[in-house]
């Protein structure tokens, strides 16, 4: 059971904007920044989104994030195929003083 | 170009140790918190332990139960997950991962992560 909640999968099509939802709760979340990853099949995890919203260098700006409250959230706009991988939230926990991460959303481009 | 090799995975017994290594390059090691986080088959990511700058804080998550230990050497570039009494539910994919600060906490986040290296705990 992952502390951060995350849909299991979402879906689009090419050119379409999907949103991965992450939900976590007030010592996490709620209090401190979330970041994104991207694993792509067989590969490492690969941050993608840092401080909510900031993308690191050579991350295309199809992708944004963005958080209010207890939930953060990753939109994927002019989806393309190679964007198929799974995406992970993460955040510091102040009550477990460790990283937290969601369950991870398969993202299928149809 | 940050690069981390972690090594040390294998087939193991229930009940048996091991230690993975990560060698870092491509930075200042001595400045950056380093993480161990594992991914069992087919699952999601688990935070594991964290060491940082100096060793001097370190964190190991509870359901390692006192069984898994990490530490570093700055003058080797290197960080070590030391394991024992390893079970089952802790065969997974171990990736070294590395912080942007000095010391683990939300001002952070885990920026380069490694390949990874495999463990497996089997009868």
Known sequence: QSVLTQPPSVSGTPGQRVTISCSGSSSNVGSNPVNWYQQLPGAAPKLFISNDDERPSGVPDRFSGSKSGTSASLAISGLQSEDEADYYCASWDDRLSAWVFGGGTKLTVL | ?123
């Open chain 2, 1 to 123: 170009e940050v690069q981390l090799v972690e090594s040390g995975g294998g087939l193991v017994q229930p009940g048996e140790s091991l230690r993975l290594s990560c060698s870092a390059s491509g930075f200042t090691f001595r400045n950056y918190a380093i993480h161990w986080v594992r991914q069992a088959p087919g699952k999601g990511l688990q935070y594991v332990a964290g060491i940082s700058i100096n060793g001097g804080t370190t964190y190991n998550s509870d359901f390692v139960k006192g069984g898994f230990t990490i530490s570093r050497d700055n003058s080797k570039s290197t960080v070590f997950l030391q394991m024992r009494s390893l079970r089952p539910e802790d065969t997974a994919v171990y990736y070294c991962v590395k912080d942007i600060f000095g010391y683990f906490g939300a001002l952070g986040h885990l920026d380069y992560w490694g390949q990874g290296t495999l463990v497996a705990v089997s009868s």
